[in-house]
Nanobody, 117 residues
Framework: QVQLVESGGGLVQAGGSLRLSCAASGSIFSISAMGWYRQAPGNQRALVAMITNMGSTSYADSVKGRFSISRDNAKNTMYLQMNNLKPEDTAVYYC???????????WGQGTQVTVSS
């Protein structure tokens, strides 16, 4: 079974940028869609961006225009470029594969993103 490892989080000031990576232990080429989720304290985990195997993307309204999702199937890696970060983007970010908009793999440890005002 494919395992996912997130990295790239950190502490950044509002308006700054971060690039998250999601590395898969096996081939993700056959996976039809993948997504980035985030979970802030006291909130449910929510999908913020997704990308299909053909490269089509979609975003939650809260991140549209600021975040960009991409994938490199040859490297079994997915990315989330986050620009113009806001304090409300503070959360633990997770990646997963998607089937009918639902996660399919065990969750990784996530990567913490903290945005200071």
């Amino acid at each position: 079974q494919v395992q996912l490892v997130e990295s790239g989080g950190g502490l950044v000031q509002a308006g700054g940028s971060l690039r998250l990576s999601c590395a898969a232990s096996g081939s993700i080429f056959s996976i039809s869609a993948m997504g980035w989720y985030r979970q802030a304290p006291g909130n449910q985990r929510a999908l913020v961006a997704m990308i299909t195997n053909m490269g089509s993307t979609s975003y939650a309204d809260s991140v549209k225009g600021r975040f960009s999702i991409s994938r490199d199937n040859a490297k079994n890696t997915m990315y989330l470029q986050m620009n113009n970060l806001k304090p409300e983007d503070t959360a633990v970010y997770y990646c997963n594969s998607l089937n009918s908009m639902r996660p399919t793999l065990p969750w990784g440890q996530g990567t913490q993103v903290t945005v200071s005002s």
